[in-house]
């Protein structure tokens, strides 16, 4: 089992390196300049940083774009762009978020996610507005197990152009991050989307990433009535994985 443990630290260097390569080639094949990218704070985030920063030192965005956002996120994510000294921008965009709840009546609307979801899509806008300025391509922080469930908002941080972390399941991401030495206070706390007060990814799914990332390796869960979740929300989130269809005339 040490042994095990020990060939899997040994590959991280390795694996490290294929992820700034893809990134680099990504971003020439498709003749741009750079990248740019979300900062949440989060881990997820943090470590995509780190990443793009590794593969374009000198041309590398990040945008910081607090929308009802917590005050400690928001800290989270200047901790990263000081630490590994990140060009970014920084937009407020709460008061153009609560325009939109107001002019379209529906303040007293129960629909709690449906609110939510916008505020992803205003920061999609904001980063592909920057990425022409730029000449730059947008690149996403989700991860496996996040986009096996449609964990994610459609045309919101499911928006983007690279998704370097999109074959890693969340465990193997905690194991990145330790690895490029993001910050402790990142790597310890519950994951969230920041969608709104106290809101974590683990109690919205239902289940633990721990759980879920042993289904993507296995494919097999103890706690049938969890797989049966994740394969519900599997099959009812495809239409987020794949581009619009269209009929064939």
Not at 39 to 57: E, I, N, T, Y
Not at 74 to 84: E, G, P, R, S, V
Request: proline share 5%; aromatic share 8%.
């Amino acid at each position: 089992m040490e042994k095990d443990k020990k060939t899997k630290t040994e590959l991280l260097p390795v694996k490290v390196t294929k992820l700034i390569n893809w990134i680099k080639k990504k971003v020439r094949t498709a003749g741009k300049k750079g990248v740019i990218f979300g900062l949440s704070g989060g881990l997820d985030s943090a470590v995509l940083a780190v990443l793009c920063k590794r593969a374009f030192p000198d041309n590398t965005t990040a945008l910081i774009l607090p929308c009802e956002s917590i005050e400690n996120d928001l800290i989270d994510a200047m901790q990263i762009t000081n630490k590994y000294h990140i060009d970014y921008q920084q937009f407020d965009l709460t008061p153009l978020y609560r325009q939109i709840i107001s002019i379209t009546n529906t303040q007293n609307f129960n629909n709690k996610m449906a609110k939510a979801n916008i505020k992803p899509r205003l920061r999609m806008i904001m980063l592909y507005y920057f990425a022409s300025i730029h000449d730059y391509l947008v690149v996403g922080a989700s991860n496996k197990s996040e986009i096996s469930i449609g964990y994610f908002t459609k045309y919101g941080d499911g928006g983007v152009d690279i998704l370097p972390l999109g074959n890693i399941v969340k465990s193997e991401i905690f194991e990145i991050a330790r690895f490029l030495e993001i910050p402790e206070n990142i790597i310890s706390k519950p994951p969230s989307a920041g969608l709104w007060e106290n809101q974590t990814d683990e109690q919205e799914m239902g289940f633990s990433y721990e759980q879920l990332d042993t289904f993507l390796k296995y494919g097999t869960l103890k706690n049938k009535n969890i797989e049966r979740v994740i394969l519900a929300m599997n099959r009812l989130s495809t239409h987020k994985r794949k581009r619009p269809p269209a009929p064939e005339i």
